[in-house]
């Protein structure tokens, strides 16, 4: 991968982690809702995923289209419901948790869905 490539994917990495860390650091609080870090982490995320598909699309890079499918799915229904919960003051449980798995979900297909090519 090249220079931008790894700059892109630095950057998918740093969205999800974002994400992630968001949700995490309201695992105690009693009243959860949808911060700025849970938003620019999806955002960002999701637009470096599809970028970094992009140029491997570009280049000689091998894509498994099925599964860059259904992580952009998952991905696109985490943004969505992050972007129509923005304004609450707070969010269900069940939204929070239902968050957090599909974010976990798509960190582990990211890593296990690999045919091989994890490292």
Do not use: C
């Amino acid at each position: 991968m090249n220079t931008v490539g790894l700059i892109v994917l630095l950057l998918h990495l740093v969205g999800i982690a974002a994400l992630l860390g968001g949700l995490l650091a309201q695992a105690r609080d009693p009243e959860k809702r949808i911060t700025g870090v849970i938003r620019d982490g999806v955002g960002t995320a999701f637009v470096a995923g599809i970028v970094l598909v992009g140029l491997l699309e570009a280049g000689d890079g091998d894509v498994n289209h099925m599964k860059i499918g259904v992580k952009f799915l998952v991905n696109l229904v985490v943004l969505v419901l992050v972007m129509a919960n923005l304004r609450k003051p707070r969010i269900p449980n069940g939204l929070y948790f239902a968050l957090l798995g599909l974010t976990l979900l798509n960190v582990v297909l990211a890593l296990f869905w690999s045919g091989g090519h994890a490292y």
